[in-house]
Structures are given as structure tokens and as C-alpha cells.
């Protein structure tokens, strides 16, 4: 078993189609959540996102009463690494993630 860090990105954007646009740089956004996540050095990149998207979309996600679940235009930072959550999967996001941090509506 290994830890990789994570760290969790909501996207702050006023534009209620961020949800359908996904993540596009420049929107404000707002570290909701840091933290480590145990895995079997075996497990697959993909595999290791969709464990921290089921466990940020459960009723009891560790952030619940700060921040909204994992949603499209989210971006998680794994392992010093930024991928966007897209309406399946994630993409990576090119180049260095540099978030511009915004505020909660």
C-alpha cells in the first residue's frame, strides 16, 4: 500500500453551465478539501479518481457541510497531478494548474 496527496478543487464560477462545460481555465476556485488516499500500488490512476469521486459524492463525504460533492468542472489534484472531472471520467489538465481562488455564492 502506498499514500498518494490529494487535494480537491471546487469550481466557484457563477456560470451555471460549468456543469456541462466542465472545467475551463481561469474559473475561480476553492480548495475544499485536502488529504491522503491509501492505495494498492497496483491500482491505476483512473481507479484512484473514481475512489476520491465516490467517496466526495457520498451523503457522509469528509467535506458535506462546506462544500458541494464532486461535479463536473471540479478539478483533483493527485499526486501533484490536476485532472478535471468531466460528465464521465476526468481529463488532465494541461500544463500547471494554477487556480484562481474564488469565493463561495
Not at 19 to 29: A, H
Not at 74 to 102: C, E, H, N, R, S
Request: aromatic share 12%.
Amino acid at each position: 500500500m502506498t499514500k498518494l496527496k490529494y487535494e480537491i478543487w471546487s469550481n466557484v464560477a457563477e456560470d451555471p453551465m460549468r456543469f456541462f462545460n466542465g472545467y475551463r481555465q481561469g474559473n475561480p476556485m476553492k480548495k475544499s478539501w485536502e488529504g491522503e488516499l491509501e492505495v494498492d500500488q497496483k491500482i491505476e490512476t483512473d481507479d484512484q479518481l473514481e475512489c476520491l469521486f465516490m467517496k466526495f459524492n457520498m451523503d457522509n463525504r469528509p467535506n458535506g457541510k462546506v462544500a458541494h460533492s464532486l461535479s463536473v468542472g471540479d478539478v483533483v489534484v493527485l499526486d501533484g497531478k490536476a485532472y478535471a472531472v468531466q460528465m464521465m471520467g476526468f481529463t488532465p489538465v494541461p500544463g500547471l494548474f494554477k487556480p484562481v481562488i474564488g469565493d463561495y455564492a
